[in-house]
């Protein structure tokens, strides 16, 4: 019977870290899409001449995004494992050509990436605001 009891305790008391068990950081949109807007504008600007990232605006948006981890549960180990990890870094890049793609964007036409980037700083965007035209 005390063994009974000391299984159905050890049980309960798994029960609630389970269900408090944190989503992969890709799985949270308020981290994710931001940090995407991120790479799609580094990734813009690194094939455009004439767009620019904005540094500082990225600088401090990458560090707010891991303060609100933090504040999520995340520790920085849990926060570098994710972006670190290749298996992201793919992900991350093979949903970026797509989106890139979708909009017309050619890596084998330097232009196209200007004109996706012109078209986000109009818009104003969340890519937009992290580039400048130069």
Do not use: W
């Not at 029960?15 to 991120?38: N, T, Y």
């Not at 991350?92 to 012109?118: I, S, W």
């Amino acid at each position: 019977m005390r063994a009974l009891i000391a299984i159905a305790l050890s049980a309960f008391v798994a029960l609630p870290a389970a269900a408090m068990a944190k989503p992969s950081l890709r799985d949270v949109q308020e981290i994710e899409d931001p940090l995407f807007a991120v790479a799609v504008a580094k990734e813009v600007s690194d094939y455009c001449d004439d767009i620019s990232p904005r540094y500082l605006k990225g600088l401090g948006e990458l560090r707010r995004l891991k303060a609100r981890a933090n504040a999520l549960g995340y520790t920085d180990a849990e926060i570098r494992d994710y972006i670190e990890s290749d298996a992201e870094k793919d992900r991350m890049r093979a949903k970026g050509e797509k989106l890139l793609a979708q909009n017309g964007v050619d890596y084998g036409k330097p232009e196209t990436f200007c004109a996706y980037g012109r078209a986000e700083i109009e818009k104003n965007s969340a890519i937009g605001v992290l580039l400048r035209a130069k």
